[in-house]
């Protein structure tokens, strides 16, 4: 029973399809990210350079994850994704070629980067508000568990295959391999059966961004998660740039054990993704909050592991905590906003989410620099915490001005 309740989402044919694939793209995404960190680590050897290269690749959400989030409204989500993955897969090969070659410039990073960030900025809202049109209503908390379990058993098996390859043959393997993941993506989408997939009549839909910001702006604890979100992602989740330092200016480590980090962090977040997939109704945002409370406090509490070996073994509470944190609010916000207006509300969510990431990865790469990975990881733990009891301050005020309001969730 426990099982059946944890894999619900399966019993619909589309989304074990998706599921599947959906594999080995994740596993090519992240070996691309650690081959991509260790390529500015070769190539510049700076802190600075690799959070200028993060905020390159996420600044396109500020905008996209928007437009995004509008076309999902008004267009099939299926061939948005075909379009999306297949831009992705040719960035990736082209930064692969270029590798292989030799002929790798740091000015290549930054552009392939900035590419990939534009594709995926959109594809992301597309995805996450595909998923209720693959499962229905009744298993999209379960779903969206699940795909985020997904994703980090690619973040198990990928920044180690990635490691590997790095040591053996150099980066450029690992970019090669996502570019193919893209293409077994779009197989996926195109195997899908239309006639199980809940669709809404798009005839009905008037998608406006006026209507998702006012939206949000009229639903309080959908606003408080944000808030939450917001701060955690752009400080708390910068896990790239903390394992790349940590493995090598704190424990001087080679790519191997640079990769081995990601893997170990993606078991508790792999964990943790299980473990909300079984408690879909125990999603409230002051239980959120509390998880996200606890994550800024284990990222400040790793910081201090003396040895890279207490690292790996403190690593994945933080993980399972992030990620906690990140489904439960993710899952809260697509349950509780209604079908017209989800892609709109989930390109506002990822905005807020990964857009972030622009401002919060080269202010961790100059701190990171200027005073060092350990006392940056600290500050960082402390804006999370400091902004989630801040978001909850917030929240009990506004529903004790707004107790009896229909607008409140």
Same mark, same amino acid.
């Given at each position: 029973?426990?099982?059946?309740?944890?894999?619900?989402? /399966?019993?619909?044919?589309?989304?074990?399809?998706?599921?599947?694939?959906?594999?080995?793209? &994740?596993?090519?995404?992240?070996?691309?990210?650690?081959?991509?960190?260790?390529?500015?680590?070769?190539?510049?050897?700076?802190?600075?350079?690799?959070?200028?290269?993060?905020?390159?690749?996420?600044?396109?959400?500020?905008?996209?994850?928007?437009?995004?989030?509008?076309?999902?409204?008004?267009?099939?989500?299926?061939?948005?994704?075909?379009?999306?993955?297949?831009?992705?897969?040719?960035?990736?090969?082209?930064?692969?070629? +270029?590798?292989? &070659?030799?002929?790798?410039?740091?000015?290549?990073?930054?552009?392939?980067? +900035?590419?990939?960030?534009?594709?995926?900025?959109?594809?992301?809202?597309?995805?996450?508000? @595909?998923?209720?049109?693959?499962?229905?209503?009744?298993?999209?908390?379960?779903?969206?568990?699940?795909?985020?379990?997904? @994703?980090?058993?690619?973040?198990?098996?990928?920044?180690?295959?990635?490691?590997?390859?790095?040591?053996?043959?150099?980066?450029?393997?690992?970019?090669?391999?996502?570019?193919?993941?893209?293409?077994?993506?779009?197989?996926?989408?195109?195997?899908?059966?239309?006639?199980?997939?809940?669709?809404?009549?798009?005839?009905?839909? $008037?998608?406006?961004?006026? *209507?998702?910001?006012?939206?949000? $702006?009229?639903?309080?604890?959908?606003?408080?998660?944000?808030?939450?979100?917001?701060?955690?992602?752009?400080?708390? +989740? &910068?896990?790239?740039?903390? &394992?790349?330092?940590?493995?090598?200016?704190?424990?001087?480590?080679?790519?191997?054990?640079?990769?081995?980090?990601?893997?170990?962090?993606?078991?508790?977040?792999?964990?943790?993704?299980? +473990?909300?997939?079984?408690?879909?109704?125990?999603?409230?945002?002051?239980?959120?909050?509390?998880?996200?409370?606890? @994550?800024?406090?284990?990222?400040?509490?790793?910081?201090?592991?003396?040895?890279?070996?207490?690292?790996?073994?403190?690593?994945?509470?933080?993980?399972?905590?992030?990620?906690?944190?990140?489904?439960?609010?993710?899952?809260?916000?697509?349950?509780?906003?209604?079908? $017209?207006?989800?892609?709109?509300?989930?390109?506002?969510?990822?905005?807020?989410?990964?857009?972030?990431?622009?401002?919060?990865?080269?202010?961790?790469?100059?701190?990171?620099?200027? /005073?060092?990975?350990? *006392?940056?990881?600290?500050?960082?733990?402390?804006?999370?915490?400091?902004?989630?009891?801040?978001?909850?301050?917030?929240?009990?005020?506004?529903?004790?001005?707004?107790?009896?309001?229909?607008?409140?969730?």
């Amino acid at each position: 029973m426990a099982i059946r309740d944890t894999f619900t989402a /399966f019993r619909h044919r589309n989304f074990k399809i998706l599921f599947t694939v959906s594999f080995f793209t &994740n596993v090519g995404t992240w070996s691309q990210r650690v081959a991509q960190d260790w390529l500015v680590l070769q190539l510049s050897g700076s802190g600075r350079e690799l959070g200028l290269v993060t905020a390159l690749q996420f600044f396109p959400t500020l905008v996209l994850s928007l437009v995004g989030g509008l076309l999902a409204d008004r267009f099939s989500k299926r061939k948005l994704l075909m379009i999306t993955n297949f831009g992705s897969g040719i960035s990736a090969g082209i930064l692969g070629a +270029l590798v292989l &070659n030799n002929s790798v410039q740091m000015w290549h990073v930054y552009v392939l980067a +900035l590419t990939l960030g534009i594709f995926s900025a959109i594809d992301a809202p597309i995805r996450q508000s @595909f998923t209720s049109e693959v499962v229905g209503k009744t298993d999209l908390a379960n779903a969206v568990s699940l795909n985020s379990a997904n @994703f980090n058993l690619g973040r198990l098996v990928g920044p180690g295959l990635a490691g590997l390859s790095i040591a053996a043959f150099g980066t450029g393997p690992s970019f090669l391999v996502n570019a193919a993941s893209y293409l077994i993506v779009i197989g996926g989408l195109l195997a899908l059966r239309e006639s199980d997939l809940h669709l809404q009549k798009r005839e009905e839909i $008037r998608a406006t961004l006026k *209507d998702a910001f006012q939206y949000v $702006r009229q639903h309080n604890q959908i606003l408080a998660l944000m808030i939450v979100v917001f701060f955690g992602a752009t400080f708390g +989740l &910068n896990f790239q740039i903390f &394992n790349a330092l940590m493995a090598t200016s704190e424990f001087h480590k080679g790519p191997a054990q640079f990769g081995a980090l990601g893997s170990t962090l993606a078991i508790g977040s792999l964990t943790g993704a299980l +473990l909300t997939a079984r408690l879909p109704n125990g999603r409230t945002p002051r239980r959120i909050m509390g998880f996200a409370i606890l @994550f800024g406090s284990a990222l400040f509490g790793i910081s201090f592991a003396p040895t890279y070996l207490a690292y790996c073994v403190v690593l994945p509470i933080a993980g399972a905590l992030a990620i906690t944190t990140m489904v439960s609010s993710n899952s809260y916000v697509q349950t509780n906003t209604e079908p $017209r207006m989800r892609g709109r509300v989930m390109g506002i969510y990822l905005t807020v989410f990964m857009g972030g990431t622009p401002i919060g990865a080269p202010i961790v790469g100059y701190l990171s620099t200027a /005073f060092g990975i350990r *006392d940056t990881m600290r500050l960082c733990g402390l804006i999370t915490v400091i902004a989630t009891l801040s978001a909850m301050t917030f929240l009990k005020r506004r529903q004790e001005i707004v107790e009896s309001s229909p607008a409140t969730l």
